[in-house]
């Protein structure tokens, strides 16, 4: 790895927008957006390369510590947590038996799976090998008390299916706590890239997946029928020395292009030109580019009994005036 690559700074930039809960239709599309098989090479190649590949855990490793932070906000112990879509275990490296007694990884591409079993753990760990589509054929209904996932879940194409998943999955009362990347990814790259093809080529293909917003999260959650859910969103930024080195990376993080109807090539003229309209459009002071990634942070609960429930309508005994003040109360005509 360049000396450049290494120089890369993190500049998180917390920016925090709550969804308003709604509710999306009731039928889920039946068309693959994402070639999952390619998206399961593309890890696994990026994970035989073992230490290229750790170099570039930096976006996962902290959205993980980030998550990890919220669980421990809800001052509960879970014995037993499943992080879906695990990798090599980014979560897993920050729990510790205060917060569980065993974490089971689930990934769909073995190699990454197993990419840092040499590491040690505060707690055991148990990998199986799964594609995050099909957590029914293997785990039992109310198994867990917790299902977390880091980044994984912008590649699965039937996500709503996936969330009744894992709610069935949880035990009542049970909470998934997830978080994927948003509509404004890389929006810096995505534009340079266009306008580069449009110079270069005269036309334009989808390089970077097409992703969701927090709204329609939302309504997926509510959808699948997980109670209090809520999602908020948060935006780290990174300096990269170029655009090579941002290519370069999102190789090694198994974040390559697998939109199913992608271009299959990159000239190097497009992304020569593609590099300048960055730097043009997007450039810092010190000659380095940003690329964002917007992190979208869900939480949902399986409905137990138990959970507090909404007052009902009309039974409030406070009276708006009186909290508002006189001078805020406008008269009804």
């Known amino acids: 790895m360049s000396s450049s690559t290494l120089a890369r700074t993190a500049l998180r930039q917390p920016v925090r927008r709550y969804a308003v809960p709604s509710f999306a ?33 930096y976006v996962k490793d902290d959205v993980a510590q980030s998550m990890v932070d919220r669980l421990l906000d809800i001052k509960r112990r879970y014995p037993l947590v499943l992080d879906v879509g695990s ?16 974490v089971v990884m689930v990934d769909g591409a073995r190699q990454m799976l197993y990419r840092d079993e040499d590491v040690e753990t505060e707690v055991p760990v148990e990998r199986v090998h799964l594609d995050e589509e099909e957590l029914a054929s293997h785990f039992e209904e109310n198994s867990h008390d917790c299902i977390m996932s880091c980044l994984s879940m912008h590649w699965i194409n039937d996500l709503p299916g996936t969330l009744v998943q894992i709610k069935r999955t949880l035990r ?11 509509g404004d990814t890389l929006f810096e790259l995505r534009t340079s890239l266009q306008l580069a093809e449009l110079e270069r080529e005269g ?35 990174i300096a990269y020395p170029s655009i090579h080195e941002l290519v370069d990376d999102l190789k090694w993080m198994g974040e390559g292009n697998a939109v199913v109807n992608r ?48 007052a009902k309508r009309g039974s409030g005994s406070t009276n708006l005036a009186d909290v508002i003040g006189d001078e805020g109360a406008t008269p009804l005509k």
């Open 25 to 57: 239709p009731s039928s889920a599309s039946p068309f693959a957006v994402f070639d999952r098989d390619l998206k399961r090479n593309q890890r696994n190649r990026a994970a035989r390369h073992v230490q290229r590949s750790r170099l570039t855990d």
């Open 87 to 102: 990798g090599p275990g980014f979560l897993a490296k920050h729990l510790d038996p205060e917060i569980t007694q065993k």
């Open 172 to 182: 009542p009362d049970g909470v998934f706590i997830g978080s994927m990347l948003g």
């Open 203 to 237: 036309g334009i293909s989808p390089r970077i997946s097409p992703m969701t917003d927090s709204q329609s999260v939302t309504s997926l959650l509510n959808r699948a029928g997980f109670a209090l859910s809520t999602v908020d969103v948060d935006e780290v930024q």
């Open 263 to 310: 271009r299959r090539t990159l000239s190097p003229e497009t992304l020569l030109a593609a590099g300048e309209i960055y730097k043009e459009l997007h450039g810092l002071e010190d000659g380095s580019i940003p690329a964002t990634f917007q992190i979208m942070h869900m939480i949902g609960w399986k409905p137990d009994p138990s959970q507090p429930k909404p």
